[in-house]
């Protein structure tokens, strides 16, 4: 099939007649927009652009919106003294079965609605995700990522940014960070399989009522807190292990951090349920 091209210097609006299954965006500072929608229609406006020109191209269902010189291979690696020169904000609107890559250098990311895989870079730049229910891949150096009503596995790894997850029903979530937080709110109506570790950064799980998963948490010189009975605590003095059942222990919850601390919540049994609903807990 023959390639389209358009090249954007100014704000424009762009609709595509043909069918889109990817997306793939790359910019540097302003932000990315991208929702799922029911339909076919693959929609494109670029409302503020500073700097270089962005390429559009559509090829084999394969729609690009990026900068020519930065590349999706070693994203992370991207450094340029010119990017202060250059901005765009860019809304993409594509069905909701499409798989999404984006790549961010300074700029704010948002995906919402899409059912396709997931897959975010990040130099800097925070990024939010809201009810993906496909596989989620995010890399970071500095920026943080929040995903909210994500029902798909999770991947997360990170130089200093943070990882918050709110009412989290994936089957699983892998998050590794040297000295970003790790804090999970996990409302999964099956048992996940959650596996995190940070070097000095500090991890929290909130785990949905009634918990059910086989605990094993690990802090070097940290702090360790929990709210539930059955767990057990070794290694009072220096490393410290939190380990135990809970419920028929078909899940899985493993957390390790060499200096950071490591707390386990209870969620309520209920969403109107009070805050005096959780236990003080215990700190070890």
């Keep these: 099939m023959p390639v389209s ?19 793939r965006v ?25 700097g270089p020109p962005l390429v559009v191209t559509l090829e084999d269902g394969v729609l690009t919106v990026a900068y020519q010189d930065l590349p999706w291979k070693n994203f992370l690696q991207w450094l340029d003294r010119r990017s202060k020169a250059r901005s765009a904000t860019v809304t993409v609107a594509v069905p909701a079965d499409a ?6 250098v300074g700029a704010a990311a948002f995906v919402s609605g899409v059912r396709g895989r997931t897959e975010v870079r990040g130099v800097t730049g925070d990024t939010a995700l809201a009810g993906l229910s496909g ?19 999770l991947r997360f790894q990170s130089v200093s940014g943070d990882l918050t997850v709110v009412e989290g029903a994936g089957p699983s979530v892998r998050a590794e960070s040297v000295s970003g937080d790790l804090v999970l709110d996990l409302d999964a109506r099956t048992p996940a399989d959650v596996r995190l570790a940070t070097v000095s950064g500090e991890i929290a799980v909130r785990l949905p009522h009634p918990a059910d998963a086989v605990v094993e948490a ?9 709210g539930f009975d059955g767990l057990r605590v070794s ?12 419920g028929a222990g078909t899940g899985t919850l493993r957390a390790t ?5 490591i707390a386990l919540l209870r969620r309520p049994p209920s969403e109107d349920a009070t805050h005096d609903h959780e236990p003080t807990g215990k700190v070890l």
């Design 5 to 23: 091209t358009w090249t954007v210097t100014e704000p424009r609006k762009l609709a595509f007649g043909s069918p889109v299954t990817a997306l």
């Design 26 to 50: 790359r910019i540097v500072n302003g932000s990315v927009n991208v929702v799922g929608a029911e339909g076919p229609a693959t929609r494109l406006e670029v409302s503020a652009l500073d």
């Design 99 to 104: 798989s999404v890559e984006v790549g961010v």
């Design 135 to 153: 596989t989620v891949r995010g890399e970071s150096v500095s920026g943080n990522l929040e995903a909210q009503a994500v029902t798909g596995d």
């Design 218 to 226: 690990n802090t070097a010189s940290g702090e360790l807190s929990h």
């Design 235 to 246: 290694g009072p003095w220096g490393a410290k292990k939190l380990t135990g059942r809970l």
């Design 257 to 261: 951090t060499v200096s950071g601390s």
